[in-house]
Structures are given as structure tokens and as C-alpha cells.
């Protein structure tokens, strides 16, 4: 496709209920990343893929979080038993090479918690 | 985690005026710096970067200004359009974390 593109791009689930997020990188592009971000911030990084290899999981707020990108190109955001503070709008982002170098993003999932 | 940091949150400018955000960052490890604007409803959207080896980048109306001696990052809009109204973020990075600031709202006024 011509971006990366997320979805749903509205999610609303009750607490407790189990959530999965898409994300359709760009083509091609080896780099994966997750970003959370709640009203009036800025995006706050959660995890990141090089291919189908999560190099880096250390913004994952807790152990119900969990993220996949098994053929090192569409990825999961998954997050288990959903509470009120899960929820923000969550962002992925892919480019074209490792490391630091530009990002696209999609335009995001908002997940509201009930 | 590191921090980035915006100095003013909001920002009014009348239309036609240059606009400047500024952005402090706290990694002095940082290599890579990225500003990017974001409208409402969508995802943020590059707008220019700079690696820690430069101190100055221009691109179409704007320019990015960055200080490794006091780790300050800024951004220059040159004749402001109404267009440009959004939140701009600074992000910095050193190999794969990025880290954002909270953003500062840029308002033009017609």
C-alpha cells in the first residue's frame, strides 16, 4: 500500500475484554514500531520489530500487553483483560531500514476502555 | 526513560509570520532528531530531521536548528500558513527508542 495503514481505527471494548490491533507497515520496510499515546501527549514508544524479531519490548506497560509480527511484516498489538487506563491511541510505525532513520506512521487506533 | 522536553505548549502566530518551536532533550547519546507535525484524527507526519553531526537543516519553509551544547532542538516555519496549524513534536532517538516530547500547539491566525 501507499502508507502504513491500523485496524480498527476505533476500538471500544468493556474492562476485562481482550483487544487485538493491526498494523500494515509500508512494503518492504524491515523496521516495526508501537507507540501508545494518551490525550495531550506525546507518542510514548512500547515496542519494536527489526523483520519478524521484537528487538525491544521495554515500553510494554505490563505483561497483558503483547505484540507479534510473525512473517517480519503485518503486526498484532495484542492487550489482554483491558482496563480503563489502556486507553489512548495507538500508533505504528515502519521504516525503511534499522535503526535511527525516518518513520511513517498510520493514523492510529483509538481504544476507549469502558 | 529519557525525556523531551517542549518549552512552550502552545503557540499563536498570525498568518504570513515566521514561527518558531523549540525542544529540549536530556540524551546527550542522541544521534538522530526528528520533528513531526500532527493533526488531529491522524498519525504524526515527518517533517525534517538532523543528525547530530550538523547544526543546521533547511527544507521547504522550514529549518531545524540543533545546539548539542545545551541539547536544544528547534524548529523554524517560515511565512506561516493557516495550513500549518497542528501540534508539532520533537523526537529524538539513538538507535531504536524513539522518544517524543509532549508537543506545542501552533496556531495561525488569518
Known amino acids: 500500500g501507499a502508507g502504513v495503514s491500523q485496524s480498527p481505527r476505533y476500538k471500544v471494548a468493556k474492562r476485562g475484554q481482550d483487544v487485538a490491533l493491526r498494523c500494515d507497515p509500508i512494503?518492504?520496510?524491515?523496521?516495526l514500531f508501537w507507540y501508545q499515546q494518551a490525550l495531550g501527549q506525546g507518542p510514548e514508544f512500547l515496542t519494536y520489530?527489526?523483520?519478524?524479531?521484537?528487538?525491544?519490548k521495554s515500553g510494554l506497560p505490563s505483561d497483558r500487553f503483547f505484540a507479534e509480527r510473525p512473517e517480519g511484516s503485518v503486526s498484532t498489538l495484542k492487550i489482554q483483560r483491558t482496563q480503563q487506563e489502556d486507553s489512548a491511541v495507538y500508533l505504528c510505525?515502519?521504516?525503511?531500514?534499522?535503526?535511527?532513520?525516518?518513520?511513517?506512521f498510520g493514523p492510529g487506533t483509538r481504544l476507549t476502555v469502558l | 526513560g529519557e525525556s523531551v522536553g517542549l518549552h512552550l505548549p502552545t503557540l499563536s502566530v498570525q498568518e504570513g509570520d515566521n514561527s518558531i518551536i523549540n525542544c529540549a532533550y536530556s540524551?546527550?547519546?542522541?544521534?538522530?532528531f526528528i520533528w513531526y507535525k500532527q493533526e488531529s484524527g491522524k498519525g504524526p507526519q515527518f517533517i525534517i530531521d538532523?543528525?547530530?553531526?550538523?547544526d543546521k537543516r533547511q527544507g521547504q519553509r522550514v529549518t531545524v536548528l540543533l545546539n548539542k551544547t545545551v541539547k536544544h532542538l528547534s524548529l523554524q516555519i517560515a511565512a506561516t500558513q493557516p495550513g500549518d496549524s497542528a501540534v508539532y513534536f520533537c523526537?529524538?532517538?539513538?538507535?531504536?527508542?524513539?522518544?517524543f516530547g509532549t508537543g506545542t500547539s501552533l496556531t495561525v491566525i488569518p
Open positions: 538532523i543528525r547530530s553531526n550538523m
Open positions: 510505525a515502519s521504516s525503511q531500514w534499522t535503526g535511527g532513520n525516518e518513520q511513517f
Open positions: 520489530f527489526q523483520n519478524e524479531a521484537q528487538l525491544d
Open positions: 523526537a529524538e532517538t539513538s538507535w531504536t527508542q524513539f522518544y
Open positions: 540524551n546527550s547519546a542522541s544521534d538522530y
Open positions: 512494503s518492504g520496510h524491515v523496521s
